[in-house]
């Protein structure tokens, strides 16, 4: 992850679930009766709130339940939850514009009772507004079909000010009919009565129209570098990400569609068997992609999905593949998974491995052991800080390894060193970096000391603990897996943990401590599974769990590993796989336009309101 990519995600502590459509119009109508109590001045406090819960909390509650089936007769796709959130968040707006405007009325008793409907007037015009953004990006619909649904809000309140306000009695059209639906200021609060002449509700139509143009105006600024640069409107990423982050959906999967790119990866599986029985015991399955971007987007949950494709205990560790590399659709996973399969089929397996061996090259570590030429890598940079290891650098090192006599390799990022989104470069490794070069010539130097070495019978013991952890506390649903590895006098432990990277120095809290179990080597991996970034950008191993119930669990796996001890045959083979990802530098840019709207943006809107508020003032004291 790179400067830009982090500033993105640092942003997803913003993020939310939309609540259910019922709660949403219960808090509506619980700030309306709060805002009637002050608003009103009756006998009794219960009228009051209860003609705030009418003239205030009957708008958003007809919006919340008419907006998405008006928006889905006309193809959009707004949910009850994703309206009726909208529609309060309209409803704070007023009530806000409305208790500033009378803090001022009070302030300076000239403005008086009339500034106050003026502010209503600018309020539900700007209601419009900023339902016709969500609208537009949410449905994707065009730009007048979007104002049917974006003015129900706005409507309902004109409509309710009209009639009971008595703006009837001012026009002589009409009988007595028309009258006594239309015209029942008798049963409003005095605050209201024959306030509104039917010119205000002319204002009220071109605010709106105004407002709604500023809106628009303010999309077609922002959106000429996406289309320029990606091909794409923002207005599609936003309704995507709303989607996701509101209700979980997968409409964010098809903006992806859209800037992907097709990519070859390898896909390597290392797996044990029984001699005995000839049953899988363990598989290493390891795609050359990176389990992005977040939550079970795309490749998100795709160690989960490796993992219950495979009929021993799964090891699915982190490749040496950056962001670019995330699958742009969970269906991608499936091309992996039978990838995997096609693999795995085609393994011939030995029953006899190499002594691991430890190599270091500056800031870079490889632990290896190969199985008849068959090398499995694993690169660390601890106690250093890394994060993602760029696609083509891992390929370079698989090369170096393959050049040095190796006929297959799994590299392995194990991914379990880093300080957040913290620093400059937030640890990329990419091509043409002294790190890459220390990275491809460990990769080489291990499969120097692997060609030829010695070989020994093989005994493998696995197990795994779920853990009572959660997403939120950084472990993803595979828990933590180890598997002990005896090939001689030596054995060696891989620890998968589900998760997103670690904190500094908790891996070397834990290799420590199985040092003391008797095991001779170790190295803590962890998936990268971004299930547990959905709410938290930077939610590493360590950084909400006990490192010392952590250590307690790896221990107690790993002499459970050992007590499972018995004799396997090892085998690895490699299939590739056409996949879409992001693409070539695809996720920079597009976190690059991101950050540049929300910088921009912010500037863009300031400037639009600022223009819109003096047109507005203009209007008002010139009618």
């Known amino acids: 992850m790179t400067e830009t990519q982090g500033e993105l995600a640092s942003l997803s502590k913003y993020i939310f ?14 700030i309306a009766a709060l805002a009637g109590i002050p608003a009103f001045d009756s006998q009794y406090i219960l009228e009051d709130a209860w003609q705030g819960i009418f003239f205030i909390g009957v708008p958003t509650v007809v919006a919340s339940l008419a ?9 959009g796709q707004l949910t009850y939850n994703r309206s009726s959130l909208l529609a309060v968040a309209c409803e704070v ?17 000239r403005f008086g009772q009339n500034f106050v409907f003026d502010a209503l007037i600018a309020a539900l015009a700007l209601v419009f507004a900023v339902r016709f953004l969500v609208l537009l990006a949410v449905s994707r619909n065009s730009l007048l079909v979007s104002t049917v649904p974006a003015s129900v809000q706005t409507a309902t309140a004109g409509l309710l000010l009209f009639v009971y306000s008595g703006t009837m009695n001012y026009l002589t059209e009409g009988g007595p009919l028309m009258q006594a639906y239309l015209s029942r200021p008798a049963r409003a609060p005095p605050e209201i009565q024959y306030a509104f002449a039917p010119e205000d509700f002319l204002l009220l139509a071109a605010m709106t129209a105004l407002y709604g143009c500023v809106a628009y105006g303010f999309v077609l600024v922002i959106d000429r570098p996406w289309k320029r640069s990606l091909g794409v409107s923002v207005l599609d990423f936003v309704g995507g990400f709303i989607g996701h982050i509101a209700e979980g959906t997968r409409e964010l999967e098809g903006f992806f569609e859209q800037i992907g790119e097709e990519a070859v990866v390898p896909v390597t599986v290392l797996s044990f068997r029984r001699t005995s029985d000839e049953t899988e015991k363990a598989r290493f399955v390891l795609p050359m992609i990176h389990p992005g971007p977040m939550g079970e987007i795309g490749g998100g949950n795709l160690p989960q999905r490796v993992a219950e494709s495979a009929s021993g205990l799964a090891f699915p560790p982190h490749a040496t593949a950056g962001h670019d590399f995330n699958l742009v659709t969970e269906r991608e996973v499936d091309t992996l998974v039978d990838s995997a399969a096609d693999a795995y089929e085609n393994i011939e ?18 632990l290896g052991q190969a199985f008849d030429d068959k090398a499995l890598l694993v690169s660390t940079y601890a106690p250093a800080f890394a994060d993602d290891v760029e696609y083509a650098v891992g390929l370079s090192a698989a090369a170096e390894a393959r050049v040095e006599g190796m006929d297959d390799v799994l590299l392995v990022d194990a991914h379990n060193s880093n300080n957040g989104l913290e620093g400059d470069d937030l640890g990329h490794v990419y091509p043409g970096s002294e790190r890459s070069f220390q990275m491809i010539q460990a990769a080489g130097a291990a499969a120097r000391e692997l060609r030829g070495a010695e070989e020994y019978v093989l005994r493998l013991g696995v197990a795994w603990d779920r853990t009572p952890w959660r997403p939120s506390d950084g472990i993803g649903p595979l828990g933590v897996r180890v598997s002990v590895l005896e090939t001689g006098s030596d054995r060696t432990a891989y620890v998968l943990v589900d998760g997103n990277n670690m904190e500094p120095g908790l891996r070397g809290e834990l290799v420590d401590a199985l040092d003391a179990v008797g095991v001779d080597h170790a190295e803590i991996m962890t998936t990268d599974t971004h299930i547990v970034n959905t709410v938290e950008s930077s939610n590493q191993v360590g950084s909400a769990i006990d490192w010392d119930a952590l250590t307690d669990v790896v221990v107690d796996l790993t002499e459970e590993a050992v007590d499972d001890l018995e004799p396997v045959e090892a085998g690895m083979a490699s299939e590739r796989a056409e996949v879409t990802v992001f693409g070539n530098d695809r996720t920079e840019t597009l976190a690059s336009h991101a950050n540049a709207v929300i910088a921009m943006g912010g500037a863009v809107a300031g400037l639009a309101v600022l223009a819109t508020v003096t047109i507005s003032v203009l209007v008002f004291f010139l009618t």
Do not use: C, I, M
């Open 349 to 366: 397996y030995s029953d006899t491995g190499t002594r691991p061996v430890r190599v270091q090259e500056g800031d870079s570590k490889l």
């Open 67 to 75: 907006t998405t089936p008006v928006d889905r007769y006309f193809g």
């Open 17 to 30: 679930r939309a609540p259910h459509w019922y709660t949403s119009v219960a808090l509506s109508l619980v």
């Open 93 to 109: 707006v007023v009530v806000v514009v409305l208790v500033l405007a009378g803090v001022v009325a009070t302030l300076v008793p």
